[in-house]
């Protein structure tokens, strides 16, 4: 019975394995654009790494704590003294003649003992400033990794955006395909009647070889932008991906220019929090430089046992142990250093001024910044309406041209011409679209729009 139930036993554990290896790992994902940003602020490998340093930055603070609290340490120590040291005593000690010397050995030979010490810092002018420098530290680490969010969110945006343009100019590409193929062949038809001139085929086959080889490349740079996307938010670059939201839309949602009129509160802005939390840490190393020449005061208290034989007896039950115990403070008090800690005072002093400059500095720029991102944003918008009209242009020109060409009323340059401009107003409106996403993407991350809506 038990050998029928081991039995059982393997064969289920068998089946399941066997079954969990047949069985094809999950490597498709679908996202809208939310969606993928959610994920990579959780799986993106700049992410997880951001949370890494902030659970470093916790420990380093309790690291920072900790020295000031008790400390426990225990030595236990064995010394066997292979030749031991040999001392001269005045002969008439032992009953020898005055001004001779007789060599004597002091001790045994071997000595084993156990000591435990308890340790407290009292007073430490460095390790006030030390706890001061974990929390600012730590502040540091955490505005760290929201900036980390904001540049992959950021990120994010650009590369959903770039796969959703690949992907539209494949489209738009495979139909102008279609429609060149179609003249392309009705112009040879017309050819072979002898109702048309062999340049227009060969300008129509030009402008055919020429898009054929743009498609080849777009569904390149479509494959490219799609492990782009997987390695930003933090996926297998083959995994398979399809992106819910479509262009237009996206667009359609990032050309709201209520944004514009939002207040910039610069302190929100994670860049000028960072610089911020510079001038702390320079004010600190300047705290922490005039710290050193205040007096330190530490104390501990000690119990220790020891045992002495000429042989190993010290685990024997037997041996004798003689106990010890001290009690002793120690105070510290820094006198002179030839001016050593006032040229390191100084030098602390300079850097934090240096910073507090670095942070005007700082400030302007943000302002710049946040400026220029205005006037990208609203130019990208009204470069977007442009090329939907020059596109409308376009198309109406080609339209023409078609006609007059079919009607024998223009060349076969003239509406390649027309076709290439036609081709080249469709990709201005793909690429202001991603513009437009990318500017939006710029402006909210000065703001930091994510955090502070």
Request: hydrophobic share 40%; proline share 2%.
């Amino acid at each position: 019975m038990r050998n029928n139930l081991w039995l059982i036993c393997l064969g289920w554990l068998f089946t399941t394995t066997v079954l969990a290896q047949q069985q094809p790992t999950n490597s498709s994902y679908s996202f809208t654009l939310d969606e993928a940003i959610e994920f990579a602020l959780e799986n993106s490998y700049q992410s997880i790494n951001a949370r890494r340093d902030v659970a470093k930055a916790l420990k380093r603070k309790w690291e920072a704590t900790a020295n000031g609290l008790p400390q426990i340490n225990a030595l236990i120590d064995y010394q066997n003294q292979l030749k031991q040291p040999v001392s001269l005593i005045p002969g008439e000690v032992a009953g020898k003649e005055p001004g001779t010397f007789v060599p004597v050995v002091f001790g045994t030979k071997q000595k084993a003992s156990a000591t435990a010490t308890l340790s407290q810092l009292i007073f430490d002018g460095s390790y006030l400033v030390g706890i001061e420098a974990a929390k600012s530290f730590l502040q540091y680490n955490n505005d760290i990794e929201e900036k980390t969010n904001l540049e992959v969110r950021k990120g994010i945006i650009n590369a959903y955006g770039s796969v959703l343009v690949a992907q539209e100019s494949v489209k738009i590409l495979q139909n102008n395909i279609e429609a060149l193929e179609k003249n392309h062949l009705e112009t040879k038809k017309i050819f072979e009647n002898g109702l048309a001139e062999e340049e227009d085929v060969e300008q129509l086959q030009i402008t055919l070889l020429q898009i054929t080889n743009q498609l080849s490349n777009a569904e390149r740079l479509e494959k490219i932008a799609l492990q782009m996307f997987n390695l930003t938010i933090g996926i297998d670059v083959n995994s398979t991906i399809v992106l819910s939201d479509d262009l237009d839309s996206l667009a359609m949602k990032n050309m709201d220019q209520s944004i514009t009129s939002k207040p910039f509160i610069i302190e929100n802005n994670i860049d000028y929090r960072l610089a911020h939390l510079y001038t702390e840490q320079t004010r600190l190393e300047l705290k922490l430089e005039k710290s050193r020449a205040l007096p330190s005061l530490s104390a501990f208290v000690n119990y220790g046992t020891s045992a002495f034989n000429n042989d190993f007896v010290f685990l024997d039950s037997d041996t004798k142990w003689f106990q010890s115990s001290i009690l002793g403070a120690s105070l510290n008090i820094p006198i002179f250093s030839s001016l050593k800690r006032s040229a390191r005072t100084q030098q602390a002093k300079i850097a934090n001024k240096q910073s507090q400059t670095d942070f005007l500095r700082t400030q302007q720029e943000i302002q710049l910044k946040y400026n220029n991102a205005i006037s990208d944003y609203k130019f990208s918008i009204g470069n977007y309406d442009t090329a939907k009209q020059n596109l409308t242009l376009a198309e109406r020109i080609e339209k023409k041209n078609q006609i007059k060409y079919s009607e024998g009323l223009t060349s076969s340059f003239e509406l390649r011409q027309a076709q290439l401009q036609l081709y080249s107003s469709q990709n201005e409106v793909l690429n202001a679209m991603l513009t437009i996403i990318n500017k939006k993407a710029e402006l909210e991350t000065i703001l930091n729009i994510p955090n502070n809506k």
